[in-house]
Structures are given as structure tokens and as C-alpha cells.
T-cell receptor
């Protein structure tokens, strides 16, 4: 069965500093990987996704993530954090069967606090 | 194009009652998935419907059920509510049965007292 681990429950960074959120996955086949962001009281917004091809994926809001198969990782990065980036971030792996994928398995999330 | 809508946004129920939550997918989307989000367990897959058929179900008790209508709108029902059912329930729709195209709604916050 697939699983996702986000080792950092809470990260605090200063505005303007760089950011890296860690994600490790376990999945038997080629994974479909995602990063979502959730602001308080809101649903999930997709930041970026990886299926195949270039292992460095660009997303919205200046985020990028790098897929490393050898390390089973899909870390999220941003060169300069803005106060509006404060939110909870979820890494997820897509899974399914019979040629379709229908289910996301999420990590526990990383809460990002941004200091002025 | 309107996004995924969920109603109601907030709900308070008493233990033992039942509740029905509604999800209206993006126009043209045929697949609807439901997830439960709690502080302890995080985000967990409940079930997925495609063209009015439940095709996949997560590891939840039978008290959790759902259905999908011909217009792709979906409802989920929880019977005999327990305190632990307090959660944010998220609905996601996609054109087909692919998670890469899922769009999430804002969720329904259910509080069981």
C-alpha cells in the first residue's frame, strides 16, 4: 500500500528566506505525486504535480518540487517566502488500479509559519 | 467555470443523529471523491463515485455511505454519528477517474456534540 511521510510537522521561516518542505513516499509503481496547500478554513489548492518526464516541476506561486526516485522523495521548494505563504502543505501520492487512478494518499501535512 | 461547491459549509449535530452532506462537481465532471480530514488522522479517502456507481471505498465503517445522481451531484451520509466523526469533509471532482485532474471544494465542517 502507498504511504506518504512529511517529517516536519511545523516549520517557521522568516519572510524572504528560502523554504524546503520534505516529502517521502512509498509506492510500488511509478508514482503520481502532488503538493497541495490549505489555508485555514479552506479546501485544498493544487500547487504542482509530477507524473513523468522532467524531475523538476514548476508550480504556481513560485513553488517548485524535485522528484528523486532513488530517495523516494518529492521535496517542495521556494527561493523566497512571502507572508501569504503561511498555510499547511500536504504532499500526496495518487493510486488506483486497473489503469485508472482515483485515490490520493496524503501525508500528515507541514504547517508553515512565516515571521515578518 | 464554477468550482466545486459543498453544502452546507458548517454543521452541528448531536451524537446518534445522522447527517447528509452535498457536493456539486464542476460542470462536466463525472467523478466525485470524498475525503475526511481530522487533526489526528489527517486526510483520508472515503469513497469515489463515477457515473452514479461507487467504484472505490476507503477503510471506513458502514455508517459512512454515499451516492451520486445522474447530474453527477453527490451526497454522503453518516448515520449514528459519533464524536470522532467531527471533521472537515472534502469533496473533489474530476472529468474522469484520474486524481491528477481533481478539483477540491471548500469542505463541510461537521461538529458532533
Amino acid at each position: 500500500a502507498q504511504s506518504v511521510t512529511q517529517p516536519d510537522i511545523h516549520i517557521t521561516v522568516s519572510e524572504g528566506a528560502s523554504l524546503e518542505l520534505r516529502c517521502n513516499y512509498s509506492y510500488g509503481a511509478t508514482p503520481y505525486l502532488f503538493w497541495y496547500v490549505q489555508s485555514p478554513g479552506q479546501g485544498l489548492q493544487l500547487l504542482l504535480k509530477y507524473f513523468s518526464g522532467d524531475t523538476l516541476v514548476q508550480g504556481i506561486k513560485g513553488f517548485e518540487a524535485e522528484f528523486k526516485r532513488s530517495q523516494s522523495s518529492f521535496n517542495l521548494r521556494k527561493p523566497s517566502v512571502h507572508w501569504s505563504d503561511a498555510a499547511e502543505y500536504f504532499c500526496a501520492v495518487g493510486a488506483g488500479s486497473g489503469g485508472s487512478n482515483y485515490k490520493l494518499t496524503f501525508g500528515k501535512g507541514t504547517l508553515l509559519t512565516v515571521n515578518p | 467555470k464554477a468550482g466545486v461547491t459543498q453544502t452546507p459549509r458548517y454543521l452541528i449535530k448531536t451524537r446518534g443523529q445522522q447527517v447528509t452532506l452535498s457536493c456539486s462537481p464542476i460542470s462536466g465532471h463525472r467523478s466525485v471523491s470524498w475525503y475526511q480530514q481530522t487533526p489526528g488522522q489527517g486526510l483520508q479517502f472515503l469513497f469515489e463515485y463515477f457515473s452514479e456507481t461507487q467504484r472505490n471505498k476507503g477503510n471506513f465503517p458502514g455508517r459512512f455511505s454515499g451516492r451520486q445522481f445522474s447530474n453527477s451531484r453527490s451526497e454522503m451520509n453518516v448515520s449514528t454519528l459519533e464524536l470522532g466523526d467531527s471533521a472537515l469533509y472534502l469533496c473533489a471532482s474530476s472529468p474522469r477517474d484520474r486524481v491528477d485532474e481533481q478539483n477540491f471544494g471548500p469542505g463541510t465542517r461537521l461538529t458532533v456534540t
